[in-house]
């Protein structure tokens, strides 16, 4: 069941981030964000107040502070996905989110077989192929940052969903979609405080209905996909399952290429290939 939860999981992130990236093209991140944060907030609410069990104060915490966390992560992948070049930021984001939540799971005591091991290794190779977009000469280009920032904006933001997936498993000890709910507040409160600080407005000016669409889109999407993470988290080892739900990257990478026509350069076609065999050899 944790293979079928977290890839549910990394299906609809990588959905929502497709989605976000759309709404991006046409408005400033932090637009972006605030209406994607405001429809999440508004679907897991009520969710939440349906679902059984009360609101305890621990899961609230934790949700809380993994939104925080989060919403944080979000701004900064952004904005390095604007800086560029993408083919660094998003693989090594991809890969470093990984690298506390499975550190944890080991310290915890999970010891996976050997097979379930591979399986994982290859997984994990495959984040960073299948992400990889975009050509890395461009950060010489005048006007574009260097590597070493692009370096920066991917580790941080990769530690910071790191966090997110360790806090909000935290979260999901305590009541049932509660911690969603205070997650989505957290990642809002982030966005208005960014905002604040930079002096944005957040009203989207002129907006059309299909950036509207997108944006909200991805908001709820990011929503059924943190309960299908917790749910992933619950029911098998949380180490696999922070690795399945990372191969979100993928999963944008398929999307771009049906939706969009981009075409997949081979190291993807090759990093969805291992993420396959990976997933086969997780799920025997």
Known sequence: MVVLLGLAAAVLYGTGDFLGGLA??????????????????????????????PARLAGLAWGIGAGLVGGLGLIIFYIGLAAGPMSVVAPLSGLVSTVLPVAVALAEGERPGAVVYAGALLCLVAIVLASSAGDVSAASRPGRPGPGRAIAYGMASGASFGLFFLLIRNAGQSGELWPVAAGRIGELAVVLIAAGVLRRGLLPRGAGGRLLLAAAGAGVIDVV????????TRTGMFGLAVVLASLYPGVTVLLARVVLGERLRWLQRAGLGLAAIGILLVAA
């Open 24 to 53: 991006a093209r046409r408005a400033q991140v932090l637009v972006v964000l605030m209406l994607a944060e405001t429809a999440s907030v508004i679907v897991a609410l009520p969710a939440a107040a349906t679902s059984p069990g």
């Open 225 to 232: 996909a943190n309960i299908c993470y917790l749910a992933a």
